[in-house]
């Protein structure tokens, strides 16, 4: 008889039902990762819940059924559906708190407190309701972590058996708002806790409080939170915490993003195959309007507009480096400031510099099949993806030395890695790059050393299962 561990997995967002940020691709990608894992000794019965966001793109929904939380004495009702994604279950938790909160995230404080407090307590209800119980509740953020607090709360008074539970970081700087006034009017009670005071109240430290295990999304991160530079005024108590707190770096959903199958590219290519991509540089510098000149590095960024990926700094090194032989595309939105100043960079080089400020996926991945360098000088970076992908698509990541940005890239093996976040630095390490460049043999065994890169979800979910299994043996 084989083994059998239930996993009921929570997340704001998940492709491909709905994806605001890198939280999608995480929990769209993990739990089917898991499920993968099922052998004929152990099965991985993995249940993805999600908040129903009207929003939400789903076929074949079909209705699980109703129940009521109690809010203040009074009963909202939960309205659950069901489909599936690859033979996983996949639950949608609706009701008036969510629909009146009609984006994934709202800049109402008040009402995602309420929407994610209510998801949270009914994702907990719901495996009652369905018969099902879990062995692990694996949580994402603080939209999930008051499952996590309510599980422990609820076993504290009624004497229900120990749920493992596990939270994953991935950033711990976005904790939720005040949530003291929706946890006491759906019937839980704020317990003593260690946390500093200004803490006890908001939805993450909570749920960091309440749980099992904490997971940062990367070695490097789960060091860093622990310090009082990355860790928002918690890293003593996630010190306290000691062996509870490590870090799994996030897969890459390599079979999307593959350069050998890729329709997005003018030429597919893989590493046997490493001269065909030149033609994607050449199509790729037509379509921005750049020069064609194969021997000129491309260098690019495909990002958020924030001063957290350290966009500033990038241009910066860029106007510093105008006698270096280079030309530079910018792929991003955010930051007005940041935008503004991107195109005042591209009006004062036109003929090195394109900008194009918008979100556009396929030009994301022209961009990392024709580009010769992948510029992330992030002040911090829990995990990123960007790099994981310039690799896979045989551009060279140029990279600070900052959380999963530093488990990603080895200096000088696969990429360049600089320390010091300043512009400086990155022009540095920007102008070793290009002399490595022009060494054809060097460059090209970086390349192809970032292209051999096992980026794969499976390597992240035998860690998570490991980690289950512990957790499941002290429970």
Known sequence: MPQTINILFLAAEAEPFIKVGGLGDVAGSLPRGLRALSSEDLKLDVRLVLPHHPAVKADSLKPVGMFSLLR?????????????????????????????????????????????????????????????????????????????????????????????????????????????????????????????????????????????????????????????????????????????????????????????????????????????????????????????????????????????????????????????????????????????????????LPDRVKVETRYDAGLARQIYAGSDMFLMPSRYEPCGLSQMISMRYGCVPIVRAAGGLNDTVKHGVTGFVFEKAHHMALAAAIKSAIKVFAERAKWREIQCAGMAQDFSWENSARKYLELYRSLIKKA
């Open 72 to 348: 203040d004495g009074v009963e909202i009702q939960v309205e659950v559906s069901e489909t599936v994604l690859n033979g996983m279950p996949v639950y949608l938790i609706g009701g008036e708190p969510i629909r009146a909160n009609g984006s994934v995230y709202s800049l109402n404080s008040a009402l995602d407190a309420e929407k994610y407090a209510f998801f949270s307590l009914a994702a907990l209800e719901l495996a009652n309701r369905i018969n099902w119980q879990p062995d692990v509740i694996h949580g994402n953020d603080w939209h999930t972590a008051l499952s996590m607090y309510g599980a422990l709360t609820k076993r504290w008074e009624e004497g229900s058996r120990h749920v493992a539970t596990v939270i994953t970081l991935h950033n711990l700087p976005f904790m939720g708002p005040d949530a003291s006034a929706i946890i006491e009017k759906y019937g839980l009670k704020l317990a003593q806790t260690d946390l500093p005071e200004w803490a006890r109240v908001m939805p993450l430290p909570l749920g960091l409080w309440a749980s099992d295990a904490i997971v940062a999304v990367s070695p490097t991160y789960g060091r860093e939170i622990l310090t009082p530079e990355y860790g928002c005024g918690l890293n003593e108590f996630l010190l306290s915490r000691g062996d509870a707190v490590s870090g799994i770096l996030n897969g890459l959903d390599t079979a999307s993003f593959d350069p050998a199958v890729d329709v997005a590219l003018g030429a597919n290519f893989s590493v046997d195959s490493l001269d065909k991509r030149a033609v994607n540089k050449r199509l790729l510098q037509e379509r921005l309007g750049l020069p064609h000149d194969p021997e000129t590095p491309l260098l690019a960024t495909v990002s958020r507009m924030d001063v957290q990926k350290g966009i500033d700094m990038i241009f910066a090194a860029l106007k510093m480096m105008k006698k270096s032989k280079w030309q530079a595309v910018i792929l991003g939105t955010g930051d007005p400031k940041l935008e503004a100043e991107a195109l005042k960079l591209q009006e004062a």
